[in-house]
């Protein structure tokens, strides 16, 4: 019995190496190989383990991080002395860059915006008009201006747009019934 079965093991490498060919050793080869891979992902498992648990916070820590970036790119153009004010830098930017004729030319859009909102406070009319603004880059039509125009100051477009939030919030207080100085007092409600 046990010769017939090596007989037949005998033919059917045989048949196999006719019909297969180069392919039958390509697959063994490959065969070798995942069994390869797998072993070294078994050694390398409890480093992955480790970096996991190093990188858990990652996203927490970005969060944080990008938040104080946001501060000291927003500090070059209207430093944090409250409430925001434009310097010298900022005004360059808000009458060179062009958004200030933006802003201008959208500004009944842009207060209907704010005014539909019916906000309560300065510290969160504020934060709209700033984002309002922001996403004047998403404008297909604005886009290309923008960019023409934060290169021409050498500012990003983020900060233009910022700059011209900056400029639209002290355009639209007074007609919210709202001093830029009161920003502050209302920033943990």
């Given at each position: 019995m046990e010769s017939n079965l090596s007989f037949a093991k005998k033919i059917g490498n045989f048949v196999s190496n006719i019909l297969l060919g180069d392919t039958k050793e390509i697959i063994i080869r490959m065969d070798e190989r995942i069994l390869s891979v797998s072993k070294r992902i078994d050694i390398m498992e409890p480093d992955l383990k480790s970096l996991n648990e190093k990188f858990s916070n990652f996203r927490e820590r970005f969060a944080v991080l990008e938040d104080r970036m946001s501060i000291l790119w927003k500090d070059e153009t209207a430093p944090t002395r409250s409430p925001r004010k434009l310097n010298e830098k900022g005004n360059n930017i808000l009458f060179k860059s062009g958004i200030k004729e933006v802003i201008d030319q959208k500004k009944e859009e842009?207060?209907?915006l704010v005014r539909s909102k019916n906000i309560g406070n300065p510290y969160d009319a504020e934060e709209y008009v700033l984002q309002i603004v922001a996403d004047l880059?998403?404008?297909?039509?604005?886009?290309?201006?923008?960019?023409?125009?934060?290169y021409s100051v050498g500012a990003s477009i983020d900060t233009v747009l910022f700059v011209g939030g900056i400029y639209l919030r002290d355009q639209i207080f007074p007609e919210l019934g709202f001093s830029v100085d009161q920003i502050d007092l209302h920033k943990n409600e």
């Open positions: 842009l207060f209907k880059k998403k404008d297909s039509v604005l886009v290309e201006g923008l960019k023409t125009g934060a």
